[in-house]
């Protein structure tokens, strides 16, 4: 597709319960990004990707959290036994290179409810 | 641990005038920085970019403008019109790609 896709838009978790969001980034970019940005607040880095590898995972809050790329293209991050707090819109990114600056495309995000 | 800092959560300004919108930040390892734009139900929009090795870039309406020693960049909008109010983000990162976030400026603009 011309632009960053993200499934499903919207999401309602029971609080427990275990959630994937998935990511289909612009063909052939290869730096994928994951975001987690709260009401009022701008987005907040969780992990970031280059080709397959998972170069910085500084920013998952919790061991509940987990993100892949496997084939290097589309991811998915995982959330397991969801809480309250986890409620937020959670973007993804990609952008073309990695060796010298570039703007990153966003998608239109998945808002995960956990309730 | 705020590292991009947009200290004004929202700004009016009339049809025509100039819309000026700030950020600051901390960390003095940024070497690049970008203002995104985003409507409501949407992931944000890329904008406009500079550099850390210049002071100043324009794109038809918008130019950024950047002071290192202050740590503080800009982005002003003229004339602005009512299709620009949306949220305004600030964004910095450096060599890794990694970008860090303000947490965003709510522009209205007036018919």
């Known amino acids: 597709g011309a632009g960053v896709s993200q499934s499903p838009r919207y999401k309602v978790a029971k609080r427990g319960q275990d959630v994937a969001l998935r990511c289909d980034p612009i063909?052939?970019?290869?730096?994928l990004f994951w975001y987690q940005q709260a009401l009022g607040q701008g987005p907040e880095f969780l992990t970031y990707f280059q080709n397959e590898a998972q170069l910085d995972k500084s920013g998952l809050p919790s061991d509940r959290f987990f993100a892949e790329r496997p084939e290097g293209s589309v991811s998915t991050l995982k959330i397991q036994r969801t809480q309250q707090e986890d409620s937020a819109v959670y973007l993804c990114?990609?952008?073309?290179?990695?060796?010298?600056?570039?703007?990153?495309?966003f998608g239109q995000g998945t808002r995960l409810t956990v309730v | 641990d705020q590292q991009v800092k947009q200290n004004s959560p929202s700004l009016s300004v009339q049809e025509g005038r100039i819309s000026i919108l700030n950020c600051d930040y901390t960390n003095s390892m940024f070497d690049y920085f970008l203002w995104y734009k985003k409507y409501p139900a949407e992931g944000p929009t890329f904008l406009i970019s500079i550099s850390s090795i210049k002071d100043k870039n324009e794109d038809g309406r918008f130019t950024v403008f950047l002071n290192k020693s202050a740590k503080h960049l800009s982005l002003h909008i003229v004339p602005s019109q009512p299709g620009d109010s949306a949220v305004y983000f600030c964004?910095?990162?450096?060599?890794?790609?990694?970008?860090?976030f303000g947490a965003g400026t709510r522009l209205t603009v007036k018919p």
């Open positions: 964004a910095a990162n450096w060599g890794n790609n990694d970008m860090r």
């Open positions: 063909s052939g970019h290869v730096s």
């Open positions: 990114a990609s952008s073309k290179t990695t060796g010298e600056h570039t703007e990153a495309f």
